[in-house]
Nanobody
């Protein structure tokens, strides 16, 4: 049974940092591209960052220079380090596994977690 379990969300002030984690199980973690996307109430889903099997990464323009995606294949875990957080980063953050990084960034995935809430106050 495939499971993606996010953690690390919370409430921070603008300028603060959070590190999200996504623990994967039930499939071969290293065989999939992984990524993060977010969705705020009343807004469309937005791809945030994705990482390919070889470790290469892509980011949405809105988070470049502030967020860093990484993974640990030995621990089957995906991470998202979020620095210089802004109120507009407030959303539910989801991790996902898919076949291509550009697909994952567009929200086309095979598996998805239940999400972790990030709230940034001004």
């Amino acid at each position: 049974q495939v499971q993606l379990v996010e953690s690390g969300g919370g409430s921070v002030q603008a300028g603060g940092s959070l590190r999200l984690s996504c623990a994967a199980s039930g499939y071969t973690f290293s065989s999939y591209c992984m990524g993060w996307f977010r969705q705020a109430p009343g807004k469309e889903r937005e791809g945030v960052a994705a990482i390919d099997r070889d470790g290469s990464t892509i980011y949405a323009d809105s988070v470049k220079g502030r967020f860093t995606i990484s993974k640990d294949n030995a621990k089957n875990t995906l991470y998202l380090q979020m620095n210089s957080l802004k109120p507009e980063d407030t959303a539910m953050y989801y991790c996902a596994a898919g076949r291509r990084v550009d697909w994952v960034l567009r929200g086309w995935y095979d598996y998805r977690g239940q999400g972790t809430q990030v709230t940034v106050s001004s």
